[in-house]
């Protein structure tokens, strides 16, 4: 079973918009963590924000915050004020337990293209 | 956040050759450091666990004796594609650990083309 379902194959922003990336998870393991990542065309992947499954307050960096909704087990990034730069894939993830030595696992990606 | 560098970022080589891959981390140590694999268009999907000092743990379906993982320090893992053949082109992005429960850190990435 996918642990990690992302919904949307490609979104289009206009810029200076805001977007949002949706995400959702499957786990029975009351700890977990749960992150975003952006990879552009050159590959590298570049952590975004992270949510632990503990945390009150849904995180949030700069443009970027995260939607937790832990009923629904969802985990939806918005990025406000969107810029061209930020067009990319974008990569949600999860660690379960989030204490654990376990890798992290991906959804298939979202490519968000953001138009002038 | 930690450094984490790949090399070679690219390569290209015949089939059946064998094609080294360096990972490592650059201002710390990793006790775990995983091994994935992306074709074009695709997600990234684990293909090894790695933990210093101590035999990797591959996914299902990934032969161990095709893509042999050694970390041999906790700076240092290798990945070697052993008997390389077209269908082993993908990029090849590893990441690194220090700790349990800490972020994980990743690299650039490898492409590799297997002619």
């Known amino acids: 079973a996918q642990k990690i379902t992302q919904t949307q194959p490609g979104m289009f922003v206009q810029e200076k918009e805001a977007v949002t990336l949706d995400c959702t998870y499957d786990t029975s393991d009351p700890s977990y963590g749960l992150f975003w990542y952006k990879q552009p065309s050159s590959g590298e992947m570049i952590f975004l924000i992270y949510?632990?499954?503990?945390?009150?307050q849904n995180a949030t960096e700069g443009r970027y915050s995260l939607n937790f909704q832990k009923a629904r087990k969802s985990a939806n990034l918005v990025i406000s004020a969107s810029q061209l730069g930020d067009s990319a894939m974008y990569f949600c993830?999860?660690?379960?337990?989030?204490?654990?030595?376990?890798?992290?696992?991906f959804g298939k990606g979202t490519r968000l293209s953001v138009i002038a | 956040g930690a450094v984490v560098s790949q090399h070679p970022s690219r390569v290209i080589c015949k089939s059946g050759t064998s094609v080294k891959i360096e990972c490592r981390s650059l201002?710390?140590?990793?006790?775990?450091m995983f091994w994935y694999r992306q074709f074009p268009k695709q997600s990234l999907m684990l293909m090894a666990t790695?933990?210093?000092?101590?035999?990797?743990?591959?996914e299902q379906g990934v032969e161990k004796d095709k893509f042999l993982i050694n970390h041999a320090s906790l700076t240092l893992s290798t990945l070697t594609v052993t008997s390389a053949h077209p269908e082993d082109s993908s990029f090849y992005i590893c990441?690194?650990?220090?700790?349990?429960?800490?972020?994980?850190?990743f690299g650039p990435g490898t492409r590799l083309l297997v002619l």
């Open positions: 949510q632990g499954s503990y945390d009150q």
């Open positions: 790695s933990n210093e000092g101590s035999k990797a743990t591959y």
């Open positions: 990441s690194a650990r220090r700790n349990r429960g800490e972020t994980q850190y």
């Open positions: 993830a999860m660690r379960e337990p989030n204490s654990g030595n376990t890798p992290l696992v």
């Open positions: 201002d710390f140590q990793a006790t775990t």
